[in-house]
């Protein structure tokens, strides 16, 4: 089964593997300080392991790539500044290095509202084989109502080094919004003949 991941353009993963946040320089917050309530990273690791044990080693992935739907631009935007890549679970399972698998699904169908206070709460663990690779609803994700990762069910690979080797991953094309645009383009001249 392969996973996507999406990371800055400007990155070291084929040459140096896709680090985890606990294996990230110091400098590297993303985000994370505000529920941390606090910028130093031995903090935010703390934190994110009262989430689930093995989350500071985790990479967070999806079963398919982007396709934005021209709902909400933030995923237009993640594409655009993003690289993506790619890997085989079964290969990093075979080659010892996954700890755990977690799943954080869908919470907008479900009708609860997503809080960094609850967040503990939205993921549970789960086999390989209970990996649900069914199409994601993209047209969920609603930045306005703080929508976003809560609608599209992801899942966070626990690593035990904290760090999926190069030979790993493979670069995939990203181009989802300009494919996105030639069919709206293509939709709106067969509109005005």
């Known amino acids: 089964m392969r996973l996507y991941h999406y990371t800055p353009k400007e990155n070291t993963v084929l040459k ?4 985890s946040y606990s294996r990230y320089p110091n400098k590297l917050k993303r985000g994370y300080s505000f529920p941390a309530k606090s910028n130093k990273k031995k903090d935010i690791v703390a934190w994110m392991e009262k989430i ?12 398919e790539p982007i396709k934005w739907r021209g709902n909400d631009n933030v995923l237009k935007s993640i594409v655009k500044r993003s690289s993506l890549v790619s890997f085989e679970l079964k290969d990093l399972i075979k080659a010892g290095l996954v700890e755990s698998i977690w799943c954080r699904d869908d919470l907008a169908r479900k ?22 690779t069914s199409s994601l609803p993209w047209e969920k994700v609603d930045i306005n109502k703080e929508i976003m990762w809560g609608a599209v069910r992801h899942y966070m690979i626990v690593l035990k080094k904290g760090v999926i080797p190069p030979e790993y991953l493979r670069l995939e094309r990203n181009d989802l919004g300009l494919l996105y645009n030639l069919s709206q383009f293509v939709k709106r001249l067969f509109k005005h003949k």
Request: proline share 5%; aromatic share 16%.
């Open 16 to 19: 140096q593997g896709l680090y």
């Open 52 to 63: 689930f044990p093995g989350r500071s080693k985790a990479i967070s992935c999806l079963t």
């Open 111 to 132: 009708g609860r509202k997503y809080t960094y206070e609850k967040h503990v709460q939205y993921y549970q663990k789960v086999t390989p084989e209970k990996i649900d």
